[in-house]
């Protein structure tokens, strides 16, 4: 079975501090893939980011980036100089392949609010 | 927007209506995805449906019925709900439904309140 762990509930930052995600997936496959979306107020969670559990390369995409370790299971998500619009629950989500449709394993979310 | 729209955005229900949840995507993809997102809970897959056909039914209660008539609308059925079952209810698509390393695109979600 799979789990995702997202230990943060909450955090608050003032405009422009950098503010990092954590999270710690369990899985026994060896072929695996993991996700970051972005659920502002609106509701719809948003796609941020997928990475396959053989490319452990870390990514930057703007203020973004993503730090993939596979010793410590964990895909941590750093946003620099947060901005009031990253104000949104953010979700990690792990995938293994079973060659049939997506069935993602979410993280409870961490809450993320930045003010002025 | 994601290109997948949901209707109503609210829904309030007695708990022995019958009422049904409504999801339209406009990407041409061919997966559609039921999920229950409820406080302080990981999101919980509910059904999958790939060419209009269901691949997973993740234990869901009867209660909730879905209907797939074509690979763009995905329907929920609800019937004698419990008041547990108050939920955001978030529909996703995806391109093929082949693949675990599929990205979904989610709509806004029905906030559904059974009193």
């Known amino acids: 079975a799979q789990k995702v762990t997202q230990a943060q509930t909450e955090i608050s930052v003032v405009e422009k501090e950098d503010v990092t995600l954590d999270c710690v997936y369990e899985?026994?496959?060896?072929?695996?893939?993991l996700f970051w979306y972005k659920q502002p107020p609106s509701g719809e969670l948003v796609f941020l980011i997928r990475r396959n559990s053989f490319d452990e390369q870390n990514e930057i995409s703007g203020r973004y980036s993503w730090n993939f370790q596979k010793s410590t299971s964990s895909f941590n998500f750093t946003i620099t100089a947060s901005q009031v619009v990253d104000s949104a629950v953010y979700f990690c989500a792990l995938s293994v392949s079973t060659g049939t449709a997506s069935k993602l394993t979410f993280g409870t979310g961490t809450r993320l609010q930045v003010t002025l | 927007e994601t290109g997948v729209t949901q209707t109503p955005r609210h829904l309030v229900m007695g708990m022995t209506n019958k009422k049904s949840l409504k999801c339209e995507q406009h990407l041409g993809h061919n997966a559609m995805y039921w999920y229950k997102q409820s406080a302080k809970k990981p999101l919980e897959l509910m059904f999958v449906?790939?060419?209009?056909?269901?691949?997973e039914n993740n234990s869901v209660p009867s209660r909730f019925s879905p209907e797939c008539p074509n690979s763009s609308h995905l329907f929920l059925h609800l019937h004698t709900l419990q008041p547990e079952d108050s939920a955001l209810y978030l529909c996703?698509?995806?391109?093929?439904?082949?693949?675990?390393?599929?990205?979904?695109?989610f709509g806004s979600g029905t906030q559904l309140s059974v009193l």
């Open positions: 899985t026994r496959d060896t072929t695996y893939y």
């Open positions: 449906y790939s060419l209009e056909e269901r691949v």
């Open positions: 996703a698509s995806s391109q093929d439904g082949q693949g675990s390393d599929e990205k979904l695109f």
